[in-house]
């Protein structure tokens, strides 16, 4: 009888180990895919800042929907302005990479990365 309720126990602990490595795995993936949009959507629109953003405004907004659905609000809300300030609206539309810069602020505040030093020309 102690040998069977060993065993249950051993196969209970086993799962939970297998569970919780699973779940460990899913949020390690998360946060990769995360940091792969936001990164591409940066890079996109420093290349539409450079004078193609005729080429990439769908992909662009495709980015960004994207990022609606993952992001916090801040990202979200740096984003939105981002892409408004390529396509010539809003208070930076003469010179989107400063809302370059406050969307890598606001994904290295939401990842949890320390933005000291950091300044607009960095980017």
């Known amino acids: 009888m102690s040998s069977w309720l060993g065993s249950r126990w051993q196969a209970k602990e086993a799962?939970?180990?297998r569970q919780e490595q699973?779940?460990?795995e899913d949020r390690l993936r998360y946060e990769a895919e995360r940091?792969?949009?936001?990164?591409?959507?940066a890079l996109m629109a420093d290349t539409a800042a450079g004078g193609?953003?005729?080429?990439?405004?769908g992909d662009l907004y495709r980015?960004?929907?994207e990022i609606g659905l993952l992001a916090s609000p801040d990202v979200v809300q740096?984003?939105?302005r981002l892409t408004q300030a390529l396509g010539g609206v809003g208070p930076h539309a003469e010179d989107p990479y400063v809302e370059i810069a406050n969307f890598v602020h606001a994904v290295r505040a939401e990842?949890?990365?320390p933005n000291d030093g950091l300044l607009p020309e960095h980017f």
Do not use: I, T
């Open 63 to 65: 980015l960004r929907w």
């Open 52 to 57: 193609k953003y005729a080429a990439l405004e």
């Open 35 to 41: 940091r792969n949009l936001y990164a591409r959507f």
């Open 15 to 17: 799962r939970a180990a």
């Open 78 to 80: 740096a984003a939105h």
């Open 22 to 24: 699973s779940q460990r």
């Open 111 to 113: 990842l949890g990365f």
